[in-house]
């Protein structure tokens, strides 16, 4: 499924770029319980547990961040695997400077394979949309200068 | 090859088990059971009455139904403990006194089955069935048995092992089984 | 396929029920009549850790009528439900839907307040209710409250139950005279969630006149919709097809079908206005004494 | 003949078999219950392509009750990874590195129980990287597709194998000369048969080192070859049982990877194992039927006589091909497709590919590409009466074999043994009223009702087969009966078959009581367990009968020959002068000197003649001179719902001729069965895959077996046509109507759809699709 947004914030690119670079700072969007850590300087990995209602269950995460231009655009690619699942996202997010801050762009698609596709895409497609929101939008509050 | 023998926990977490008294076939039982074992596990797995059979596992096909306090219910839909002080009839509670139930009779005379697999199921919710309608249409019947799926016969002769049963059972006189 | 291992609770009564619940914030999930949990639990695609069970709390399976509701109590079977002849005479949308859930021998566990809380969009009583103007009482640790039904259903799965409370009555406002209702489902098989399903409510008065209206849809979105604008503009409508046919239209306006093995957005959507308008002249035609 | 007592041929004798099933006492595989038995359960792909980074077994181990897991990369090292499939491909079972499709098989565990088993495949942690999986069969053979089949060396493409027969020049000079030529791209899609029970073994190890392993299985004995050639067992020390069956269609033939586990898990941990797939395994691993892409054209001359036929047909195989055809036609019998119509020329080409699904290729009530052939004739003829403005049945009547031109030779190489197709569509017209249902068509037609009519003539070709022609893997293709006969009359008979519903403890009885003289009661059938039974391979393609049915006719006649020379010894004349007659051995033209056949089997153990040796048995492996053509001619009517393209079968008249019936309530019984089956993949049942390789229709929440609501009331008739080459002139019927159905649901709804000039649609036949064919025309 594809997956595309923009947001603005009255941050300077440098510090957009950081905070989505930084996987320990990104993960702080996430609103469902977590763990994840750098493994190297491109990679991350962990855990999250994450579902809609009574449907949840622990994935684990291996991320890593690549093409990068800084402060321009980096892609973000996340495989995770759980409840018999893989869920897949590849994620080009893009950095403009304006005259007021930065515009944030992202794009990219996220595929669901096993169990997940299978039993319960007429479920929980809506619910990656909305968590895909969410996380741009907790990071746009975040970055909000107060 | 990786062979890790690893103990059975004998203790199970408070909760997770029960002690359950159910009535199976006429025969009253005492049984513990973890409270996640399936209704159809138990009656095939602990009392070994393995005449009701499982064919989907997502509650479609209704191989699995048995009458839980007269009603057709998909036993593995169903928990083991959830039965807990009822009466459960399977295939193997229908015939009495060595007499075939009029419904067994029916899918016999009417060639009503083939390989037999979703047999039992199909007969436990035609009992239900003429209990509730004793002289069902074609229509209501197909209707009622649209919970039980069979690959073989094509439901045709289904149809008429019923009929010929709600015929038998509105012969013999009442009280019957 | 086998479910995961779970603590088993048997309450006896509603707030014991929901005692366990507020204890087990999130990790508890109610089984009622198992249909859904079962299978998704087997599927582990649910592992709640802790089963209440609420079968065994008396007085909660009843369908009984006031002067002002129809009330269902929460684990009433849904096969009771269209065996009832109160519901047949009166509530006919509530026991045409009765008697297409799922399948009979599903329908003989599945309980009126599951199929109504669970949030499935699939679930064909939430668009009845939405249509009848329904309201739900919930027992939560801090007292009870009545929510209507529409508004009720917030996303998949996402209703304004929260989850340390328990659903307990549904009551549909007894019809005045010169109501009608009516509920199809168009499904590939028995045993199917609905393609679309329509849930319409009427009343008329003696001229022919409608004086409201409302009409529920299933499984042709995240969750039920009720379709506002489809049941608003009836009111004050003289019945004639060209009227039926613009409701119609609405209520497909109304639908937000994702595309899956039943077909693509653009079928289904006319699926919505097919179904509406011919649930509409049903509904109208029992309004009118019809059956 | 006084058959009736005897419960013999042609009787409707109530089976045998019923006694244990509706009293809960059959022993399918799953209720197998043995000390000690250890549970096996699958973690499976969720990816259709993707290698393995790493699996990581720790947490499943520390599951409570389970004992061990097992890998690819653990069957690699004894050599066990891959095996053989009945086509002499390649299969998985487990990968080491690469998962071919979603759902594959990835790792085993075993456990104590089915819940731990299942608490330990929960707890599977596995790395994968996935790549882009090749879904599309035509995208397969794209010279820069990905080649999937990386194991066999030297591979460059995803192509294999190209298949054709007849002439092609010939063909298509044939086709340039004619006057109206039809062209029509049908897919018939992916399906699974879905018996109700899935498939499952137990797998035991005795202490003398012995294999048992209790399979459902249609095939015991060609398995336990299979086992012995992966294992390097010798054959005596594998017993395959096979035991009740609960639903087989051709599922239950292949060898899968669950079985070979959980007897590497047997092995190794010295326990019995079970395992019993679970019905997502089932439709998610386990062979497909169909998946033929067909595009075909058909010839006629202005007046209406076909003149020639040319196919070509892409088959998605996916990751193997795991067929089970006759080793000779990899495409199996796809070259009957010339169907009922004696075309002078014709041309067939078939090529399979690879791609990430499962295997595919095998059977759903036909094993053999014959239900592909049926469909195609059937629908091109269908469009060419229509575009010739003829009437369909006429077309049909006025081009069939004609009944005096059998043994008919068919252009593509067959012999069809027998026929009278006019017979049987002039019976089901009668009994429709197809005159009648033509006049209200036109009537509703002209209200802007959608009524249609459709009819399948086709003609079937079971009772595989031949040897000079069939193997599998090289097997032959006969089929065997043993049959003995016990002192007191009463006999036991065992056959290389195994029924799976289809009643052959009855049927064979009849048979045998037929020709031996003896009441069906006093008959037991055997079949399944390889340690008893005689060599065969198996039911499958309606080949018992013809087959096995055959075999158990000559063992009795050869009883029979050594029965005439007691009865002489006992009746004191030459055995000369014995004849069989009302099932009895008599003297010849005195009906009161006979002895009965329990007469002669008491003396064969008692007084038995000096020099003759004792006892009443034989046993014969037949191998059938030809294949049976059994054929039929089906009659839909449909009305269809023009706002929601909902399709209503009004009726449906199935007049089949299967040869000599042998017992009319199971030969009805099979035709109810098999329509079904056929009216399943037509309106309901289809296997899709996203983009993504995902299997669309994993539960029966999305895979739609029929109830009976959907179910039509069906409506059957029959013809007589004895087979002139089979004992007794009895042909086989288990696939018929799944074969002949699909065509007359189609060419009904394409009918109805005519206004709409309409020419195809593919199954299943969803209010969707025609939704859109009447939209595509007339949008809402």
Redesign the interface.
Known sequence: MHVEGDFHVRSARTLVWAFFRDPATLATCLEDPHEIHATDATHFEGTLTAG??????TF?L?GSYASETPPNQMQVTL?G?G????V?AALTVSFAEGSEGTGVHWTGEI?????????????V???VD?KVTALFEAARVKLEPA | MAIDAVEVQSAMPNHRSKTIHVTVNGVPRESHVEARTLLVSYLREHLKLTGTHIGCDTGHCGACTVLVDGTPVKSCMFLAVQSDGSEVRSVEGLETGGKLHPVQEGFHKEHGLQCGYCTPGMMMTSVALLAANPNPTEDEIRRGISGNLCRCTGYVNIVKAIQSAAKEMAAAPKGGP | MYPPNFEYYVPSTVEEAVGLLDQHQGDAKILAGGQSLIAMMKLRLAQPAILVDINRIPNLAYVREDDKFLRIGATTRTAELSRSTIVQARYPILSDAGREIADPIVRNRGTVGGNVSHGDPGNDLPACLLAMGAEFEIHGPKGIRTLPARGFYQDTFVTSVATNEMMTEIRVPRPGAGTGSAYSKMERKVGDFATVGVGARVVVDSSGKILNAGIGLTNVGPTAIYATAASDFLAGKTDSDAVLAQAAVLARDASAPSPDNRGPVDFKKDMVRIWTRRTLRKALDRAKGGK | MATAPLGGIGVSVPRKEDARFIRGKGNYVDDVQLPGMLFLDIVRSPYAYAKILAIHKEKTLAVPGVLAVITGKDLEAAKLSWMPTLMSDTQMVLPTDTVMFQGQEVVGVVATDRYAAADGVAAMEIDYEPMTPVIDPFKALDPGAPVLRTDKPGRKDNHIWHWEVGDKDGTAQALKESDVVIKEKIYIPRIHVSSIETCGCVAQVDSMGKLTVWLTTQAPHAIRTVFALVSGLPENQIRIISPDIGGGFGGKVPVYPGYVIAVVAALTTGHPVKFIEDRTGNLTSDSFARDYHIEAEIGATKDGRLTALRVKTLADHGYTDAAANPSKFPAGMFHVITGSYPFKKAFVEVDAVYTNKPPGGIAYRCSFRVTEAVHAIERLIDILAHQLKMDPAEFRLKNFIPPEAFPFPSVLGWTYDSGNYAGALKKAMEIIDYAGLRKEQVEKRKRGELMGIGISSFTEIVGAGPSKDFDILGIKMFDSAEVRIHPTGKVLARFGTKSQGQGHETTYAQILAEELGIPVEGISVEEGDTDTAPYGLGTYASRSTPTAGAAAVIAARKIREKGAKIAAHLLEVSPDDIEWVDHKFQVKGVPGKSKTMADVAFAAYTNHPQGMEAGLEAVDYYDPPNMTYPFGSYIAVVDIDKETGQIKTRRFVAVDDCGTIINPMIVDGQIHGGLTMGFAPSMLEEIQYDADGNNKATSFLEYLLPTAVETPHWETAKTTTPSPHHPIGAKGVGESATVGAPPAFVNAVVDALEPYGVTNIDIPLSSYKIWQAIHSKDPP
């Open positions: 809609v209602a009574f449907i949840r269950g684990r291996r495989q695997s409840m018999g699942s893989g897949d595929k669901m394979s096993g169990t997940i596709a299978t039993v319960g895409e007429r479920l497609k809506g619910t909305k």
